[in-house]
């Protein structure tokens, strides 16, 4: 694996992310921590890069499998099934509080039964979009 391009790919999914979280879909708790003291903000910090690059790792090897696909339906199916489980990997970080992650806001498209899905599939298409775009 090629770290510069995970680290790249890593940065454009923290940007996404954000822009995620203006529209209410996720919330970064770690930057709340910023108010307080600066070295407990910068370790925060380093340790949501850190859960992002985990992240990047994951998508980054479903991408290069994606990629491998020569059918173009097949390969367009699994992109979509790869960007739920993006979503679904973000909502696990979440479920198990892991205190420096993104966490979803499940309940973000409405409080029907279809709801978390569809949520769990709108975040991960970008994500997965730049994994299976940039090489």
């Not at 999914?13 to 996720?26: C, E, I, P, Q």
């Not at 679904?88 to 979803?104: Q, T």
Request: aromatic fraction near 12%; hydrophobic fraction near 60%; proline fraction near 4%.
């Amino acid at each position: 694996m090629n770290f510069g391009s995970i680290a790249l790919k890593t940065l454009i999914v923290l940007v996404l992310l954000f822009l995620l979280s203006l529209a209410g879909a996720l919330t970064f708790p770690a930057l709340s921590v910023f108010s307080g003291n600066a070295g407990a903000g910068l370790v925060s910090l380093l340790y949501l890069i850190l859960a992002m690059l985990i992240l990047s790792v994951v998508g980054n090897l479903l991408g290069r499998g994606i990629r491998t696909i020569k059918k173009p339906l097949d390969g367009l199916i699994l992109t979509f099934v790869g960007a739920f489980f993006m979503g679904a990997i973000l909502a696990i970080f979440a479920v198990l509080n892991i205190p420096y992650a993104a966490h979803l806001n499940l309940n973000w498209l409405g409080t029907s039964w279809y709801s978390p899905l569809l949520t769990l599939l709108f975040i991960g298409t970008p994500l997965m979009l730049v994994y299976t775009s940039v090489e």
